[in-house]
């Protein structure tokens, strides 16, 4: 590793959030774009399960598993010099025992991610936070629309939308700090609430869909790059349009293998001319 980067940590998020500096964050799941994201000095890179959207097509994050979660940490972990790595504890990977807990968070880290995000705040998960935290895991929380929890949700709802709604996520927020998370990510979260939760919290929140009084913001890069073939939210803002770059050049070269332009000359390999003239002569006998 280059001696003069300095890499992001648990700690530098609360150095950002003391200094009222914006953290940045990305989704990212293969190695190019994480390095394009190291190189543009975004601050981290959350693996998200929401890769099993975006990279494996379901229609939620409820069928990825640790091992795919490995897959994609080791690609991007090997892209990043300088960001923070945090890679999400898949369903139900973090619910059965404090044990098995440890195993997949230790998978996680071992495989290159520099802490584990977890959904929700029962008495259970906050244990298996503090448990994490004191075995050297970086823990970040998850409040507000937790995904994986999307058949008891019911559907995709705004969280903490009354005053008593925004005092219960206030208080999960409250007791994932007192049992260590150096973060907790806000999905879908009134900007009201959202700044009264950061306001209220030592620890820095980073928002997706929360509005901008977050410590930090949260996007997932199909959604930014305008690459997901699906519907986005209202949160999202589209930065590039990549989906129709790729689908123009995609139909370009099946356009020019067809006609057979391509390849062009300079994508293809040369007999030298000694040798052009032997297999020339060689047909013509
Ligand atoms: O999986 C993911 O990408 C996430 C973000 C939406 C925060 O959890």
């Known amino acids: 590793m280059n001696d003069s980067i300095k890499p ?13 500096e914006k953290i940045t964050m990305l989704t990212a799941y293969d190695f190019s774009t994480a390095k394009y994201i190291d190189e543009a000095g975004i601050d981290s890179i959350l693996v998200g399960d929401s890769l099993g959207m975006t990279i494996l097509g379901y229609d939620s994050t409820i069928k990825v ?7 994609f940490t080791k690609a991007v972990s090997n892209g990043v010099k300088r960001t923070m790595v945090i890679a999400d504890l898949p ?13 997949n968070a230790g998978k996680l880290i ?3 991610a520099n802490a ?12 298996e936070v503090n448990h994490l935290v004191n075995s050297g895991i970086n823990v970040m929380g998850h409040l507000g629309f937790t995904p994986q929890y999307i058949n008891t949700i019911g559907g995709y709802y705004i969280q903490g ?20 998370a150096f973060a907790i ?36 890069i199909d959604d930014l790059l305008g690459k997901f073939p699906g519907n986005v939210p209202k949160f999202v803002k589209q930065y590039a349009n990549i989906k129709d770059i790729m689908k123009q050049a995609i139909s370009k070269y099946k356009n020019d293998v ?12 040369n007999l030298t001319k000694e040798e052009k003239e032997k297999l020339e002569y060689a047909f013509t006998k």
């Not at 992001?8 to 009222?20: C, E, R, Y």
């Not at 939308?161 to 260590?180: F, Q």
């Open 8 to 20: 992001v940590t648990a700690k530098t998020f609360q150095t950002m959030k003391n200094n009222n």
């Open 258 to 269: 067809k006609n057979n332009i391509f390849p062009f000359e300079e994508n293809m390999f």
């Open 91 to 103: 369903f139900l990977s973090y619910h059965v025992s404090k044990e098995q807990t440890t195993i």
């Open 185 to 220: 990510v806000l999905e879908m979260v009134p900007v009201e609430s959202a700044k009264y939760i950061t306001e209220n919290l030592n620890i820095p929140t980073i928002g997706i869909g929360a509005g901008n009084y977050c410590s930090g913001q949260v996007l997932v």
């Open 110 to 112: 071992q495989t290159g």
């Open 116 to 127: 584990v995000k977890l959904e929700g705040a029962s008495d259970f998960i906050l244990d």
């Open 65 to 71: 598993t640790i091992d795919d979660m490995m897959t």
């Open 161 to 180: 939308k009354s005053y008593e709604n925004t005092i219960k996520l206030l208080e999960s927020a409250k007791k994932l700090e007192e049992n260590g």
